[in-house]
């Protein structure tokens, strides 16, 4: 559970106003459980995040390359082809610092801290030929400059039948780990191509580095057939491509979810990808205007009721500062939030054109959580028979979202929806 600078702020946000956002998260979000701060893509590169950026663009922001695919712009890195951050944006990065002093200030205020990074070794040592670390090899030596990211041309994949691959991997997480990072998030991994050598030399290096790190793969979709490579080398990876504010895509994210349900486990996470509650687009124009979320508070409910019965990683996606009183206070509902943290068995039971049911279990209890989604555009009753799923007799019913107690039912459970709506129920045996 933790909050992600990307929706509203691209590849766009500064030192301070990532600090402003870790204050809010502490204030308002961490007694609910919100625990890691996410600082997103491309935080070594200097032009971003001033005028010289074109607020407007419409695609990621590519380097300018010479005939010989040469950058003819200067990403921020040390000597030895490790990215840092960019100073002109984060300050107390100077005199070798990286991020440290912001790693401190999310510690301190008793949160985790990530980054994200892209898969592969820059270009731009790749052609000044930098040494790697721990190896008698250079960038030159290990870059695989055949395999690039089809939508950001910032690095060369890394060959890993050359010595020093894994070292330069290695390197990467020592300094990541000095720096006193929690979580890593990877791009460029596990969609269109699944590069399974190169996560393996990223989970290596990270069971060496000396610090627990939290691997997260993006994007997806992460291929089906890799569930068990992809389990056993990261902690959660992204069933899409990019999770935005519109029906269709949450419409879809049911199929995905199920697809990927039987691969839930402690410690290994299929995600959905981040939430679009709040603020976003503030500074992200490739999908939409500057807005509070376009979800209806109707698929509000579906959406985080979904993610809370998949288990799905939840990672707020919007501004904290700017989102609305409204949007905060919907992600503090500690008893749906429980239900994300601590169920068993989370499944897909019905699914038709017009509806969705999931089912979970409490662990080591014998409460059962059910989840009831109406699919359609219009007000309807969505009903489920216990006894397809063994569950005869009489229960006590809790409503997680209205925290209340509402009786006792046997044989069907029956919600009336508004569109797109969702309802999160706990079952209990009645004694």
Not at 381 to 399: I, N, P, Q
């Amino acid at each position: 559970m933790g909050w992600n600078s990307y929706d509203a702020y691209d590849s766009n946000i500064n030192e301070a106003e990532f600090k402003c956002n870790v204050d809010v998260m502490a204030r308002d979000l961490k007694p609910y459980g919100w625990e890691y701060a996410v600082l997103d893509f491309l935080w070594y590169n200097p032009v971003l995040g001033t005028p010289a950026d074109d607020p407007e663009r419409k695609a990621n922001p590519d380097l300018k390359l010479d005939t010989d695919g040469k950058p003819l712009q200067q990403l921020t890195m040390d000597g030895y082809g490790r990215l840092t951050p960019s100073e002109n944006r984060f300050p107390s990065a100077a005199h070798g610092a990286g991020f440290k002093p912001i790693a401190d200030y999310v510690h301190a205020k008793g949160l985790k801290f990530g980054i994200h990074i892209m898969r592969g070794i820059p270009r731009q040592a790749y052609f000044e030929g930098l040494p790697v670390v721990g190896a008698k090899v250079t960038a030159h030596d290990i870059a695989d400059t055949d395999s690039t990211c089809s939508w950001l041309n910032y690095m060369y994949g890394v060959d890993v039948t050359k010595p020093g691959a894994q070292a330069y991997y290695d390197s990467l997480f020592q300094l990541y780990a000095s720096w006193g990072i929690d979580f890593v998030k990877v791009d460029d991994l596990s969609a269109t191509i699944y590069h399974a050598g190169e996560l393996e030399l990223i989970h290596n290096s990270i069971m060496k580095c000396g610090r627990p790190i939290v691997l997260s793969l993006s994007p997806g979709e992460t291929p089906l057939g890799r569930a068990h490579h992809v389990a056993a080398n990261a902690q959660m990876w992204r069933l899409s491509g990019d999770f935005w504010d519109n029906w269709p895509a949450l419409l879809h994210m049911f199929d995905l979810l199920n697809s990927w349900s039987p691969f839930i486990g402690n410690g290994v996470w299929p995600d959905g990808d981040m939430l679009p509650i709040g603020h976003v687009g503030m500074r992200h124009h490739i999908v939409g205007p500057d807005r509070q979320s376009r979800f209806t508070w109707p698929e509000h409910y579906t959406l985080m009721t979904l993610w809370c019965m998949a288990r799905s990683p939840l990672m707020i996606g919007a501004d904290l500062v700017s989102s609305s009183e409204q949007s905060l206070a919907f992600l503090k509902n500690k008893e749906v939030l429980e239900v994300n943290q601590h169920s068993a068995h989370n499944r897909q039971v019905s699914r038709t054109e017009h509806d969705a049911v999931w089912l979970a279990d409490e662990p080591g209890g014998k409460a059962r959580y059910i989840a009831l989604f109406n699919l359609t555009n219009a007000r309807r009753k969505v009903s489920f028979h216990l006894s397809d799923e063994a569950l005869r007799g009489h229960f006590s019913v809790r409503d997680l979202w209205a925290k209340q107690d509402l009786g006792r039912i046997q044989g069907d459970i029956v919600a009336e929806l508004d569109a797109h709506g969702a309802a999160l129920y706990m079952l209990t045996p009645a004694r």
